[in-house]
């Protein structure tokens, strides 16, 4: 089985600016889980006035080119290790696509909705859509489910996700409403093409990936 650690150097390098839209008017305090080599807190802290980065990375190499990007840069497992010290908590917390390589998800939220995330401040998810119609036709047509290096098969994926499950995960009793959106359907693409013409009945099976975000209420 690949490890997440033998990525390589391309997987972790770019700026998530997709997310441009769905941020909070001041970001503040960011934590980012699974921060790749940085680009997105670098981005975040020359573009969008986030105060103070902290980024998680598990694998070494990237972690260090972030460190680069970052005001701290920890290097653990955050499924079994917290963050060390007692950090204030953060206006933005980001997993983008990152949960999925997780074994319990599920609890991950938990924790941050509850010890990391600032009451008022926004947890921002990003997870591969398997519902997806190029993992729906091979294993409907030809009965197969081939994991690749990376995408939505990725091999390190522990765990998959539609919309309504995908939202189901941020469904928490410290957590208000959650937000879900697919990027892509705006102006005159392929996609938004399709989906004008089909209804939206079709809008799940071409969407690669969802991003969700909800605020702490508690």
């Given at each position: 089985m690949q490890s997440y650690s033998?990525?390589?150097?391309?997987?972790?390098?770019?700026?998530?600016?997709?997310?441009?839209?769905?941020?909070?008017?001041?970001?503040?305090?960011v934590l980012e889980i699974g921060c790749g080599a940085g680009?997105?807190?670098?981005?975040?802290?020359?573009?969008?006035h986030a105060t103070h980065t902290v980024g998680i990375e598990i694998a070494?190499?990237?972690a260090a080119k972030a460190?680069?990007?970052?005001?701290?840069?920890?290097?653990?497992?955050?499924?079994?290790?917290?963050?060390?010290?007692?950090?204030?908590?953060?206006?933005?917390?980001?997993?983008l696509d990152v949960l999925e390589h997780m074994v319990d998800p599920w609890a991950?939220?938990?924790?941050?909705?509850?010890?990391?995330?600032?009451?008022?401040?926004?947890?921002?998810v990003s997870l591969p859509n398997v519902r997806h119609y190029s993992v729906v036709l091979p294993l409907l047509l030809q009965g197969r489910w081939d994991y690749e290096d990376a995408g939505l098969l990725d091999?390190?994926?522990?765990?998959?996700?539609?919309?309504?499950?995908?939202?189901?995960?941020?469904?928490?009793?410290?957590?208000?409403?959650?937000?879900c959106s697919a990027i892509g359907f705006d102006g005159l693409t392929l996609k938004h093409l399709l989906n004008v013409l089909t209804f939206g009945i079709f809008q799940?099976?071409?969407?690669?990936?969802?991003?969700?975000?909800?605020?702490?209420t508690q």
């Open positions: 033998d990525k390589s150097g391309d997987y972790f390098a770019h700026a998530r600016k997709e997310i441009q839209p769905l941020l909070p008017n001041n970001c503040g305090r680009a997105t807190l670098g981005w975040l802290r020359q573009q969008h070494e190499t990237a460190r680069f990007f970052a005001d701290e840069v920890h290097c653990l497992d955050f499924e079994r290790q917290d963050l060390p010290g007692d950090e204030p908590k953060f206006d933005l917390i980001l997993c991950v939220i938990d924790r941050l909705a509850t010890r990391y995330l600032k009451t008022g401040g926004t947890l921002l091999r390190t994926h522990l765990r998959f996700f539609t919309k309504a499950s995908a939202k189901k995960l941020l469904e928490h009793p410290s957590l208000g409403q959650v937000s799940e099976f071409v969407t690669y990936q969802y991003f969700l975000s909800a605020r702490q």
